[in-house]
């Protein structure tokens, strides 16, 4: 009897997210860089599926590794960089986990690197299995509690928290206020029309400041609320409602929104959002007549709340 070494075979399809910035014979080269560096580190790599790359060393848990803010990074550089840049990304990221067998145990300790970081709802089958602590803010989309330690992000489990005293509220409200002290920076830009529009810019959490807007920017909601979009993890706009030209704003919105969603790392949805009193409601999203155009409906709540007055 012989025995035959079976190649690993992965799924090598350009996730539908990638196809604006790479095609596909791209998306092959940077797979085979990152096989061929994890080869090299000695890591076995168990599956590859969707942009997400599963890796487990000798005696160390499973590691999920994304491609999202890699591949933002290599596509605008010549080819013959990539590896170098790759390389250097993995080697950023690629740290130890443990410091969580300590966090694990001591709530107190944990608090002060608690954030959370606003994803597609996607992730949660595709890439991280529902195991991760995640509650929805945004329709659409999900808020994934992570740990910030030492400049990288650990998507936090359902396991790393069973021995905190605290629910998943309290845990939540603590990586939230968090947030809020994050430094960003906003930017007012007036249109016509009376239109004013608020662009906040940050690494990582301008989008997550957006989930406890009135605490975090308050000048930034009008008498009827405010128009929120979050393209980016790095990214938010909210543009204040004051009369019922609702419309122009909308209008205003969509440019910039499209072009940070697919230019810049970390993009999250296309989708516009209304945040009135704390809560946050959807625009509605109906097909249209025009090819890779859709039409925006108002919430209703909104409409009846400009018609009262």
Known sequence: ????????????????????LINQK??????????????????EVLKLENGLLTT???????????????????????QEDWESILYRHFNTVNVSNDYLVYYKKDYEAAKPFLKVLIKDIAVLDDRLGGAV?????????????????????????KEDIAEWEATEEEIFSVALENIGQEEVTI??????????????????????????????????IGKY????????????????????????????????VY?????DPGNITLSIYWFYAGEIKQFVEKPS?????????????LQALINEN
């Open 259 to 263: 072009k940070f969603f697919t230019e």
């Open 289 to 301: 007549n025009r090819e890779g155009y859709v039409t925006i409906g108002i919430p209703e709540e």
């Open 133 to 157: 602590v995640s509650r929805v803010d945004f329709p659409g989309t999900c808020t994934v509690l992570v740990m910030d330690y030492d400049n990288q992000f650990r998507y936090l489990r």
């Open 187 to 220: 930017n007012k830009v007036d249109h016509e029309g009376a239109i004013e529009m608020f662009v906040f810019l940050s690494g990582d959490f301008s989008a997550a400041q957006m989930i406890d807007l009135g605490k975090n920017a308050g000048f930034a």
């Open 225 to 256: 609320g405010s128009i929120v979009a979050i393209p980016t993890k790095g990214t938010a706009f909210a543009t204040p409602i004051d009369d019922d030209n609702v419309v122009g704003r909308l209008e205003v919105l969509a440019d910039p």
């Open 1 to 20: 009897m012989f025995n035959f070494f079976r190649k690993k075979k992965f799924d090598r399809k350009i996730p539908k997210e990638y196809i604006h």
């Open 26 to 43: 791209q998306y092959d080269t940077i797979l085979n860089l990152a096989l061929q560096y994890f080869k090299e580190k000695g890591d």
């Open 56 to 78: 487990k060393s000798e005696g160390d848990e499973e590691v999920r590794y994304g491609f999202d803010n890699l591949i933002r990074m290599m596509c605008p550089e010549p």
